[in-house]
């Protein structure tokens, strides 16, 4: 499973959430900033 961070560092783990990242809805935010699904990045393990 993947972890993708946002610009502000917010971290998005697949092991803890229900669903991968790449299958949340383009709309989807960040639950602290607000950015885009686009501000993320993918962390390398």
Excluded: G, Q
């Amino acid at each position: 499973m993947a972890k993708y961070r946002c610009v502000c560092n917010y971290v998005y783990d697949e092991e803890k959430e229900d669903k991968r990242f790449s299958d949340l809805p383009s709309d989807w935010k960040c639950p602290l900033c607000n950015a885009p699904k686009t501000s993320f990045e993918l962390l390398e393990s």
